[in-house]
């Protein structure tokens, strides 16, 4: 059974910066691709970014591109999320996410989720 461990979460004023972890433990997630999605409070979960499992392929919601970049490594099991510029509207639960397909985690159907890291954004 595969399980996600978000961590580095936390308050940071508007125009900060954080690095978000999603570490993965129980399988070797070299074939899965994997992602990130956030909710704030009183709105559905929203898709953030997208890695492929090589890499090579990242993929980002309008609202952060330029700003929140995706990364993974392999070696470590472990993706990344570094999140710059942030504003009071990028503050939420963010959660990762893996499949074995891209899409589904585009998508939001991920078969692994991890249990979220919040994020504070003081204006």
């Known amino acids: 059974q595969v399980q996600l461990v978000e961590s580095g979460g936390g308050l940071v004023q508007a125009g900060g910066s954080l690095r978000l972890s999603c570490a993965a433990s129980?399988?070797?997630?070299?074939?899965?691709?994997m992602g990130w999605f956030r909710q704030a409070p009183g709105k559905e979960r929203e898709f953030v970014a997208a890695?492929?499992?090589?890499?090579?392929?990242?993929y980002y919601a309008d609202s952060v591109k330029g700003r929140f970049t995706i990364s993974r490594d392999a070696g470590k099991n472990t993706e990344y999320l570094q999140l710059v510029s942030l504003k009071p509207e990028d503050a939420a639960v963010y959660y990762c996410?893996?499949?074995?397909?891209?899409?589904?985690?585009?998508?939001?159907?991920?078969?692994?989720w991890g249990q979220g890291t919040q994020v504070t954004v003081s204006s």
């Open positions: 890695i492929s499992w090589s890499g090579y392929t990242t």
């Open positions: 129980g399988r070797t997630l070299d074939r899965y691709a």
């Open positions: 996410a893996a499949d074995t397909e891209f899409q589904s985690v585009v998508r939001g159907s991920s078969e692994y």
